[in-house]
């Protein structure tokens, strides 16, 4: 925005625009190789072409943006998910702050599969308890549509990572209209 687009500058570099897209997507050159080529060089006229055609696709849609209000709904609405979502990672995986401190492959991957595995079991536990809420008559003739539109499993107030949990193992958590198990020495 602080300045024109150097339209001159993609139309004199299009073909060697086109010539790097055509390898990347064919895949006899890699995305790295070619940035590392042009991060040796930014003032690189092919370079500085496609951060032309980048400006002019981000002033398109800065463009649409401000003139569809749906697309402003739309696009707040995914952001407002991904930060729940990235507000109960940091909830669930507390460790070393949030952050995932290693660079080992082995390691990352392990990381990524528990934090999906505590995803998955947190989203579970919600709908679960959710759907114990909508079977109730009395929340059914209040919600009314958008309410329910509103209803995310993604929510984590209950959760605490640093309290303390205590667990009978011989009673079940009464989710999912599940009867609770025995006692112990009760049997039925």
């Known amino acids: 925005m602080t300045r024109p687009i150097k339209w001159e500058l993609i139309e004199q570099n299009y073909d060697q625009m086109i010539k790097y897209a055509t390898a990347i997507k064919q895949g ?3 995305t790295e190789a070619i940035l590392r080529r ?3 060089s930014a003032s690189h006229p092919t370079y500085q072409a496609m951060l032309e055609v980048g400006r002019a696709q981000k002033t ?3 463009a649409r943006y401000l003139r569809l209000r749906e697309l402003q709904r739309e696009i707040q609405e995914g ?4 930060e729940s979502s990235n507000g109960a990672n940091s909830v669930i995986f507390y ?4 952050d995932i401190a290693t660079n080992r492959r082995e390691e990352l991957e392990m990381s990524v599969l528990c934090l999906r595995i505590l995803q998955a079991a947190l989203v579970y536990i919600n709908t679960l308890m959710l759907q114990d809420v909508l079977a109730d008559p009395e929340w059914a003739k209040l919600l009314k549509p958008a309410d329910r539109r509103g209803l995310t499993p993604l929510f984590r107030q209950h959760v605490q990572p640093y309290g303390e949990v205590r667990l009978d193992v011989a009673k079940r958590l009464p989710l999912g209209g599940s009867a609770p198990a025995p006692e112990a020495g009760n049997p039925e």
């Open 28 to 30: 006899t050159a890699s």
């Open 38 to 40: 042009f991060t040796e």
């Open 60 to 62: 398109i849609f800065v």
């Open 79 to 82: 952001l407002n998910v991904v």
């Open 95 to 98: 460790g070393k702050g949030g």
